[in-house]
């Protein structure tokens, strides 16, 4: 009988525990894994250390999955799982799956009959809504901006007819060292009457979540949003 893979939510912000962020039962399930497929290896091994994992983490067995991953190799990472074991699967932040390699992982893992099992944690984008003030009974996440700046522009134009269509926010992220172009291109070019929130460091000591109006943006000071993980929502 196939095991389970466990999506396992980690800290959004450095610094926070996973006892600080993730509930007890979270936290025993994650002891209970001798498998795990994680983005990064150093920072996984931190974080299962940190959480106090009953094993030592030299005898854990972790296989890494990145966006690189081809997707022909997916299925090998499934191979323990079909062998019987449960495995955990853990992302650089927040929750796998989720603006994440992880959702291919999962696609194939359906395919081929694997129970996929959603562990509770942060997720950056959920939070953000939660305390933007916006529509959250009608949101769209849109992923990654475009990288170039007349493309960008354009699509942020595009984002608000939507909102305004439908009437639904619209959340979006950025490589964080793009972030305050990111900032002042929205402030630019957005109408004046378009509500933005910036969503900072959801999490940490320094967290900013502030919703404005485009015209109360411009008549204030922006936040350096520079090389900090923010999610940008807005609503026409």
Known sequence: MAGTLYFIPVP?????TPQQVLPADVVQRMHSLRHFIVENEKTARQF??????????????LA???KDTPSKDLPKLLQVVHQGADVGVMS????????????????????????????IGPS???????????????????????????????????????SRK??????????????????EDLVANLQATTCLCVACNITAQDE??????????????LPDVHKKPTVFLLLA
């Open 208 to 221: 900013l979540i502030v919703t404005k109006t485009v015209a109360e943006w411009k008549k204030s000071t």
């Open 124 to 162: 950056s984008l959920l939070l953000a809504l939660m305390a933007s003030g916006l529509n959250g009974q009608r949101f769209t996440f849109l992923g990654y901006l475009p990288s170039e700046k007349a493309e960008r522009i354009k699509t942020i134009k595009g984002i608000e007819f939507d």
């Open 64 to 66: 890494v999955l990145t």
């Open 48 to 61: 299962l250390s940190a959480s106090g994992h009953p094993v030592p983490i030299r005898e854990l067995t």
């Open 166 to 183: 439908q009437q639904a926010t619209q959340l979006f992220i950025e490589t964080p060292y793009r972030n305050q172009h990111v900032l």
């Open 12 to 16: 959004l912000a450095e610094g926070t």
């Open 92 to 119: 650089e932040a927040g929750c796998p799956g989720i603006a994440d390699p992880g959702a291919a992982l999962a696609a194939v893992a359906h395919q081929k009959g694997i129970r996929v099992a959603p562990l």
